[in-house]
C-alpha cells in the first residue's frame, strides 16, 4: 500500500511562485506514471504534470512553460516548481502514483493565488 503526503501550497499573489512536494512511502515495487493533478470545485480532475514509466514529462496545456515537474526517486519525492502563479492556477493539487494495482492519490493541497 503506497501513502502520499502533499505539502507547500498556500496563498500567493499573481505572477508568485510556490512548489509543491510529495512524499511517497510504503511499499512501491513499481510503477506506471505519476505526477500532479488538480481540482476546483464543481470541474473534473485536471491534469497538471506527469511522468510517464519510460520517463516522458507530459503537461496540460494550461501550465506547460510556466510549471515543472521532477523527482527524487532515493529520497520517494516529487515535486511540482508552479512560476508565473495566475488565479486560475487556484485548486487543490494531487499527487499520484500509478501502479498495476490503480493509482493511489494523495490527500490534496491547497493552492490559491489572488490577484
Known amino acids: 500500500q503506497v501513502q502520499l503526503v502533499e505539502s507547500g501550497g498556500g496563498l500567493v499573489q499573481a505572477g508568485g511562485s510556490l512548489r509543491l512536494s510529495c512524499a511517497a512511502s510504503?511499499?512501491?515495487?513499481?510503477?506506471?506514471?505519476m505526477g500532479w493533478y488538480r481540482q476546483t470545485p464543481g470541474k473534473q480532475r485536471e491534469l497538471v504534470a506527469t511522468f510517464s514509466s519510460g520517463g516522458m514529462i507530459n503537461y496540460g496545456d494550461s501550465v506547460n512553460g510556466r510549471f515543472t515537474i521532477s523527482r527524487d526517486n532515493a529520497k520517494r519525492m516529487i515535486y511540482l516548481q508552479m512560476n508565473s502563479l495566475k488565479p486560475e492556477d487556484t485548486a487543490v493539487y494531487y499527487c499520484?502514483?500509478?501502479?498495476?494495482?490503480?493509482?493511489?492519490w494523495g490527500q490534496g493541497t491547497q493552492v490559491t493565488v489572488s490577484s
Open positions: 510504503g511499499r512501491i515495487l513499481s510503477f506506471n506514471d
Open positions: 499520484f502514483v500509478g501502479s498495476v494495482s490503480g493509482r493511489a
